[in-house]
């Protein structure tokens, strides 16, 4: 399926509010170091509707809006290594999108479950600064929260970017 364009608007507007959402929400309900990434759900959610190149493109918007409002210091890096590893889980879920079954709410938040932690396992990869047993109860908590909230966002990404069923003409 490709973005139909009445379709990527809400979806841009949708990644922008769980932008906000994260930089407002998700610190005051972490626990012991892990915390929800709202973005990188509903991008993860939305790939799942999309080709390999929209999926791709969706991740990519997501990891800049992620990389915006995590704002680490120039020093430490991570700019480029966050927009990179959504866009390539975003990918590969978008190329999935012709193999997986979307219209099941325990598939989809398996996809999220997965994406969560190949997008840290990349993320980590391309820019590995954190102690690594810290950053493991993170992302394992992140997966808890991501998989928790997976299941009311996956029904309104579904509703927001499922095609209309054809009318039936006799």
């Not at 993860?44 to 991740?59: I, K, P, V």
Request: glycine share 8%; net charge positive; charged share 10%.
């Amino acid at each position: 399926m490709n973005i139909n364009p009445k379709h990527a608007i809400p979806l841009m507007l949708l990644l922008i509010l769980a932008a906000a959402l994260q930089c407002v929400f998700a610190n005051s309900v972490g626990i012991r170091g892990g915390r929800p990434d709202i973005v990188l759900t509903v991008a993860l959610l939305a790939s799942q509707f999309f080709g390999a190149n929209e999926g791709a493109g969706t991740g990519c918007f997501a990891g800049m809006l992620t990389a915006a409002c995590a704002s680490p210091p120039p020093h430490l890096g991570g700019y480029g290594s966050t927009i990179v590893s959504r866009t390539i889980t975003c990918f590969v879920i978008g190329w999935l999108e012709e193999r997986i079954f979307r219209e099941n709410i325990m598939i989809a938040t398996a996809t999220v479950a997965v994406g969560t932690v190949a997008t840290e396992l990349l993320f980590f990869a391309f820019d590995p600064h954190f102690r690594v047993f810290l950053w493991m109860r993170g992302v394992g908590l992140e997966v808890v929260y991501n998989s928790a909230i997976a299941v009311p966002l996956y029904f309104l990404v579904r509703r927001l970017l499922k095609p209309a069923k054809a009318s039936a003409t006799i």
